[in-house]
């Protein structure tokens, strides 16, 4: 039995500066129609760095949930974009840290169910510290937490970014 289901028409019900969303009309493997919901996004970028044993983090406040979280370095893609560069330019606005060389450590599908973001993970070595350069209303607080702590954050619930989790989980 075939899983693929098949697009019959994207219609665009809002298009925005960070994400679109669509309503379309597609098929089910069986021949049904259905309607599908789904979140347009670039993608981001993300980067995991240690220095001395400890993990570069951002504290910052995140609208949609309300509360402040811990992060690893991140941004959004430009259309096209090539994510080791958007990584490498995230890593040094928002810590302030240029690194020698960055790995991609995976490619994260966020919530497959409805939007088609891909956030890629990297690692950074080799890092030399300069001065941080936030973009226009980005209010962050840089943190270096030991990563057994950041691992214990992790297991207790305080850190729930999954892009953290993977990339911490993945490498310390």
Not at 15 to 25: A, S, T, Y
Not at 112 to 126: H, Q, V
């Amino acid at each position: 039995m075939k899983l693929r289901e098949e697009t019959v028409e994207k219609k665009y019900v809002y298009r925005g500066k960070i994400l679109n969303v669509r309503c379309d009309d597609a098929l089910l493997p069986d021949g049904r129609p259905c309607k599908r919901e789904i979140v347009e996004h670039t993608g981001g970028a993300a980067v995991l760095y240690k220095r001395e044993g400890k993990i570069a983090l951002v504290r910052q406040f995140r609208y949609a949930y309300g509360e402040e979280m811990y992060e690893i370095p991140a941004g959004k893609l430009e259309a096209g974009e090539d994510p080791a560069l958007a990584a490498a330019r995230e890593l040094e606005e928002e810590t302030g840290v240029s690194a020698k060389t960055l790995e991609l450590v995976t490619v994260l599908y966020p919530s497959p169910g409805y939007t088609d973001e891909k956030i890629y993970i990297f690692e950074a070595k080799e890092g030399k510290t300069g001065e941080q350069r936030l973009d226009d209303g980005e209010f962050l607080r840089v943190e270096y937490l030991p990563a057994e702590e950041v691992k214990g954050m992790i297991s207790r619930g305080e850190i729930r970014d999954a892009k953290t989790i993977v990339a911490v989980l993945s490498r310390c």
